[in-house]
């Protein structure tokens, strides 16, 4: 179909964002980089974990001295930026990606709640769609696995040790990725892990509304009944983003659903070299605090 002239126009727009972005970034690797620099000095002869928890304090502080997190974030959204020192002896990448834009799967525990009622509709018709298109040999079986571990009495949740899974809900793609193997198993149903369920649901309790912006081309297209290859040639991520797409074809949506602002919740990897050697950690950042960091050791 023709494009509206508002949608090449928006993505020369998107463009220019983009580029102005990445300068304002470059600014703010020099800042890291310093910062960097001097402590690799000092901590050249202690273990990688030890190095790891240096630069995670060291990126927590600067990621906290900058006022805007929308440009940060979605900056980090595009693509991992690689920081160096002048002598490129220290090489890092610094990555992230938004948390809260999908439909959080623990809105199907929500049936009974009248006033959050609408946010367990569209749930359970994102998970509705998904169990159809890919006919899932058992979907009741999956949505009564997801119901447990999202109650209170969760006997399922104790099986894993990893202090992220304490609280109350699924709140991390880790602990999901257990209920569908767990399903996968029992229902002798390998169709599940192919479903591309992180472009679809987000598996967070820390937030209550959906970074529309930020959604995948997938979900959009579920979400809004439409052909995804419509949706994957229109459908540019970013600022004001759902807003654009649904007045563009006349579609409409709860704003107490979708976020009307930017939503702080965002996942972040840093992967760098210790004694020649590849090394990962990640950490969250939410709603102004970050925490979770998680070492994952040599790669």
Known sequence: ???????????????LITLITIAVMMVLVGTLISALGSVQKDSRNT???LQANVYYTNIVNI??????????????????????????????????????NGIN???????????????????????DAVSATYN?????????????????????????HSRLLQKRGIINYQQFAH??????????????TAIPWEKLFSFTTETNVTDGDYMSAEA????????????EEEWIAGSDALKTFTQS??????????????????????????????YRFTFVYSQGEVKHFEFFGRQ
């Open 136 to 160: 899932l040999s058992d979907p009741v079986m999956l949505e009564e696995m997801l119901l447990e571990a999202i109650g209170n009495d969760s006997g399922f949740q104790q099986k894993f």
């Open 47 to 49: 273990a990688s974990l």
């Open 249 to 278: 074809y006349g579609l409409e949506y709860d704003k107490k659903i979708f976020s009307q602002k930017f939503v702080e919740e965002a996942e972040c990897e840093v992967t760098y070299r210790y004694a020649d050697e590849p």
């Open 220 to 231: 959009v297209s579920v979400l809004f009944d439409m052909e995804l290859s419509v949706v």
């Open 179 to 192: 209920i569908l193997e767990r399903y996968r198993l029992e229902a002798d149903d390998p169709v599940v």
């Open 1 to 15: 179909m023709d494009k509206p002239w508002f949608y090449r126009q928006r993505k020369g727009i998107a463009l």
């Open 105 to 127: 799967i623990n809105w199907l525990g929500l049936e009974n709640d009248t006033k959050m009622y609408p946010n367990y509709a569209i749930t359970q018709k994102l998970f």
């Open 63 to 100: 990621f906290k001295k900058i006022k805007d997190k929308e440009l940060l974030f979605s900056t980090l959204y595009l693509a991992p930026i690689p920081f160096a020192t002048e002598e490129e002896n220290l090489l890092m990448t610094v990555g992230c990606r938004p948390l809260a």
